[in-house]
């Protein structure tokens, strides 16, 4: 069965460092999320991804993050300068179409700023 | 602001007792609703969906979820647990691929 996967699993940074979280979509799936859970809150959305262009995104997104489909088969998340508050679960996802459809998520990037 | 609700965070029952999760969601238009489910350890997966039709959706593993339009409800059931159904449960509204999460409830089942 297809699914979506993500490296590294965790990923331990400094205060300042700018980090990149991987995800490869499933194959035939033409748009694309990411997702965080900081420790004890809810799955958050980030953005929507579709066509090689941001489709949405929300107030968490701003300027210290970026998204990218650098081939055709990953899905990139940086975070330019990381604070200690992006400390987080992050969750890629994929899905066919953009409503109607159920989004498949990856096991996670444990993500630790320290 | 649109927003969905769980009303427990924490659940624990015995095997063969009787699940119900509540959900509420607050949506201006046309929503989707899922239940996705978290084991210990995997990541996330896709328990049942409602889009239109049939308000009584029907899952895998025996969940099954009904809407009801004039409560904002969306509330998750399973008749009879068993130890593996120990997980986390979210409940998702969907608007136009932006899903929003309830903050989750933690199921636990015990022997």
């Known amino acids: 069965e297809p699914e979506v996967t993500q490296t590294p699993s965790h990923q331990v940074t400094q205060m300042g460092q700018e980090v990149i979280l991987r995800c490869v979509p499933i194959?035939?799936?033409?748009?694309f999320y990411w997702y965080r859970q900081i420790l004890g809150q809810k799955v958050e959305f980030l953005v929507s991804?579709?066509?090689?262009?941001?489709?949405?995104k929300s107030e968490i997104f701003d300027d210290q993050f970026s998204v990218e489909r650098p081939d055709g088969s990953n899905f990139t998340l940086k975070i330019r300068s990381t604070k200690l508050e992006d400390s987080a679960m992050y969750f890629c996802?994929?899905?066919?179409?953009?409503?109607?459809?159920?989004?498949?998520f990856g096991p996670g990037t444990r993500l630790t700023v320290l | 602001a649109q927003s969905v609700s769980q009303h427990n965070h924490h659940v624990i029952l015995s095997e063969a007792a009787s699940l119900e999760l509540g959900c509420n969601y607050s949506?201006?238009?046309?929503?989707?609703l899922f239940w996705y489910v978290q084991y210990p350890g995997q990541h996330l997966q896709l328990l049942l969906k409602y889009f239109s039709g049939d308000p009584l959706v029907k899952g895998i593993k025996g969940f099954e979820a009904e809407f009801i339009k004039s409560k904002f409800s969306f509330n998750l059931r399973k008749p009879s647990v068993q130890w593996s159904d120990t997980a986390e449960y979210f409940c998702?509204?969907?608007?136009?691929?932006?899903?929003?999460f309830g903050a989750g409830t933690q199921v636990v089942v015990t022997p």
């Open positions: 949506y201006g238009g046309t929503v989707n």
């Open positions: 996802a994929s899905s066919e179409t953009q409503s109607y459809n159920e989004q498949f």
């Open positions: 991804f579709y066509n090689n262009e941001i489709s949405e």
């Open positions: 998702a509204a969907d608007s136009w691929g932006k899903l929003q």
């Open positions: 194959s035939n799936h033409l748009y």
